[in-house]
């Protein structure tokens, strides 16, 4: 418990003050999304994010992108498969547009309703990012496909997990075989990284930049801290 922290001593004092209000505020259905290139440690934190939220008390689902559902895993193994046959960049975008649908109708917008929080491993900015930045997609295209599908959803926060590209590639070099995006040359990660540092620049107010070139310790501390302040900036 030391380790991860309990309720942030703020939030907890919120909490004395205005226990209503707070609760009724933390039981809408929010949705998170975490958000880096290659190497960046999202399972990780993920997982570190989800038990904070629920030490709060607060129900969450965790999924990922693209995936999150039958159909939407099994397109994610076509566009991982490295031996597999090449892809068009407009038919990748159109694949992972049809997985996102499925996750939307199936998981996303299910659990929102309920009020549950959400959070998710990737979502449409990783689109922007790689698709837009790394393949060159116009971002008007992937503009026009999120909002076909998504309507006025957008995440209510971005974390991205920032990392120089060689330094994401050679933890990824670690762990074994690359998949068909890890096998793509540093300049493309570079275009990735400088997509995401794009869109965060764009909105200050939804978007965090997490620095992951230091220990896990750190890291996480800045986690707790961009959690509670979100916490706190919608009670």
Known sequence: MRRYGAINCVVKAIIARRPGDVMESLMKGK????????????????????????????ECVVTREPGGTSLGEKIRTLLLDRDGESIDDYAELLLIFAARAQHLARVIKPALARGVWVLCDRFT?????????????????IAMLENLLQGDLRPDLTIILDIE???????????????????????????????????????????????????????????????????????
């Open 165 to 235: 590209p060689e330094a994401g590639l050679a933890r990824v070099k670690q762990r074994g075989e690359f998949d068909r995006f890890e096998q793509e040359q540093l300049h493309f990660f570079e275009r990735v990284r400088s997509a995401y540092l794009a869109r965060a620049a764009m909105d200050e107010q939804r978007y965090r930049v997490v620095n992951v070139a230091r220990g896990l310790t750190a890291i996480q501390a800045d986690l707790r801290r961009e959690l509670d302040q979100f916490i706190q900036r919608n009670q």
């Open 31 to 58: 949705f998170i999304t975490l958000e880096g290139s290659e190497g960046v440690g999202k399972t990780t934190n993920l997982e570190f994010i989800k038990r904070y939220v629920e030490q709060l008390g607060i």
């Open 125 to 141: 900015d990783a689109t922007y990012a790689y698709q837009g930045g790394g393949r060159s997609v116009p971002n008007e295209s």
